[in-house]
């Protein structure tokens, strides 16, 4: 069988390069190592796959090159991904911050793809052993059944997050045998890890969960922060991991909307015989209230025989506790990888190697990472169809 074009890697990016590629006539073949395709599309969103965001935009994506996903995101949008899963009447409805999210099953948006892809009659060669690309264009890959080779190779093998689900470093390796940089790359969205004094407060906590704010240098995001018995998760510490590194603070309030410090000595006058952590528990929940009554040294004393400064040193703990992460979950947890080929290889237009027409990186294996919400798929869907519409 000759083939036009040859997908490595049958995930988001790979299946919308082939959809896009096949439905131009293009003779594709996809070879993926799992033996079911898409399987972080089906773990996503909890099941339900958060598969793009209303708010797209450039500037919430991560990359040496800022700008480099502009091109893609706009000439493959959420909105027409929104109108895709529309087409196919996947019933989706808008969370926080304009993540959309299927009704039922993350299983749809795959079947959608699949479809999609059979649309252009794409072939999927699922349980491959993929060997490494060579020659020029022509490029051959070598497989268990024979070499196969193509005009047009697409790498869309992701990244490194979760190695159970089949995560490889192909994309990386392919790219630097063909001179093509790779930055460095990291685990990104992904829980902070602490130690001593921190990891035992925390730990006592597991469990709760505030809507905060949590900062690292000029960055912040407002969304949910969880405890848990390893350290800080949530939506707002995932995020803020991609901003992290090793040796920097954090700083989180937890009560965004208030001036802890205020309102406690404002209550001091009107509850003198309240202990303080029944005040503070107006204000957050009352385990985390105790702990950082705890953690003051404030114990079980009455509002009455505490100072103002005492008081301000306490709010200022529960507006702005500073923390010193130990490290990330890695890559176990990790959501994405931050890092990739490196951008400045490829062409943002079509995502092709400037230097080896033919040879094309997508998806999370290149060097753009969107922020938690949806963003990450967007960037496999755009970037995949514009491979699929060049290669
Ligand atoms: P993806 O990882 O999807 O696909 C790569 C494919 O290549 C896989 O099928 C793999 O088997 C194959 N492959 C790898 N190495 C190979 C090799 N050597 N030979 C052959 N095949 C190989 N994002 C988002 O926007 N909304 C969400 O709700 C979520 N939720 C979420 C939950 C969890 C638990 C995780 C881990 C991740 C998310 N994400 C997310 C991120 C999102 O899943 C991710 O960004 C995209 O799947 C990336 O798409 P790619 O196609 O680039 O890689």
């Known amino acids: 069988m000759q083939y036009d074009i040859i997908i490595i890697g049958a995930g988001a990016a790979g299946l919308m390069a082939a959809a896009s590629a096949g439905q131009r006539g293009r003779k594709v073949v996809v070879l993926d190592h799992g033996e079911k395709p898409g399987a972080k599309i089906?773990?996503?969103?909890?099941?339900?796959?958060?598969?793009?965001?209303?708010?797209?935009?450039?500037?919430?994506?991560?990359?040496?090159?800022?700008?480099?996903?502009?091109?893609?995101?706009?000439r493959y949008s959420q909105n027409d991904f929104i109108a895709l899963v529309g087409?196919?009447?996947?019933?989706?409805?808008?969370?926080?911050?304009?993540?959309?999210f299927c009704d039922q099953s993350s299983a749809l948006i795959l079947n959608m793809l699949l479809d999609e892809a059979g649309a252009g009659s794409v072939e999927l060669r699922l349980g491959a052993k993929v060997g490494g690309i060579t020659g020029s264009g022509p490029y051959t890959i070598n497989t268990e059944d024979g070499?196969?080779?193509?005009?047009?190779?697409i790498v869309a093998t992701g990244g490194l997050s979760i190695p159970k689900l089949g995560a490889t470093s192909y994309?990386?390796?392919?790219?630097?045998?063909?001179?093509?940089?790779?930055?460095?790359?990291?685990?990104?969205?992904?829980?902070?890890?602490?130690?001593?004094?921190?990891?035992?407060?925390?730990?006592?906590l597991t469990g709760i969960a505030v809507d905060g704010v949590v900062s690292c240098g000029k960055t912040s995001?407002?969304?949910?922060?969880?405890?848990?018995?390893?350290?800080?998760?949530?939506?707002?510490?995932l995020q803020i991991s991609s901003y992290w590194r090793e040796g920097q603070d954090i700083t989180v309030n937890l009560a965004p909307d208030l001036d802890v410090a205020a309102k406690l000595i404002e209550r001091?006058?009107?509850?003198?015989?309240?202990?303080?952590?029944?005040?503070?528990?107006?204000?957050?929940?009352?385990?985390?209230?105790?702990?950082?009554?705890?953690?003051?040294?404030?114990?079980?004393?009455?509002?009455a025989e505490l100072s103002n400064k005492a008081l301000t040193q306490l709010g200022q703990m529960v507006n702005a506790w500073k923390l010193?992460?130990?490290?990330?979950?890695?890559?176990?947890?990790?959501?994405?990888t931050l890092g990739g080929v490196d951008t400045e290889a490829l062409s943002s237009k079509t995502m092709e190697a400037k230097a080896h027409p033919?040879?094309?990186?997508?998806?999370?294996?290149?060097?753009?990472?969107?922020?938690?919400?949806?963003y990450n798929f967007q960037w496999a869907w755009s970037s995949g169809w514009v491979a699929g519409q060049h290669a």
């Open 42 to 74: 089906l773990i996503s969103g909890g099941g339900r796959c958060n598969f793009t965001n209303r708010n797209i935009a450039p500037e919430r994506y991560l990359s040496a090159n800022p700008h480099f996903a502009k091109s893609a995101l706009k």
């Open 87 to 100: 087409k196919y009447r996947i019933a989706y409805h808008e969370r926080d911050l304009g993540q959309l």
């Open 147 to 153: 070499p196969i080779t193509a005009g047009s190779v």
């Open 171 to 204: 994309a990386h390796f392919a790219a630097r045998d063909y001179g093509l940089g790779v930055t460095a790359i990291r685990p990104a969205l992904v829980p902070l890890t602490f130690t001593d004094a921190d990891l035992d407060f925390v730990r006592v």
């Open 221 to 237: 995001f407002r969304e949910a922060v969880l405890f848990t018995h390893r350290g800080l998760s949530g939506p707002a510490i």
């Open 268 to 303: 001091k006058d009107q509850r003198p015989k309240a202990e303080a952590k029944t005040i503070l528990a107006e204000m957050l929940p009352s385990r985390l209230a105790d702990g950082m009554c705890e953690r003051a040294g404030i114990g079980k004393k009455p509002m």
């Open 324 to 336: 010193l992460p130990a490290g990330t979950e890695g890559w176990r947890t990790a959501e994405v």
């Open 358 to 374: 033919g040879l094309f990186f997508v998806g999370e294996a290149v060097d753009v990472t969107g922020w938690l919400g949806g």
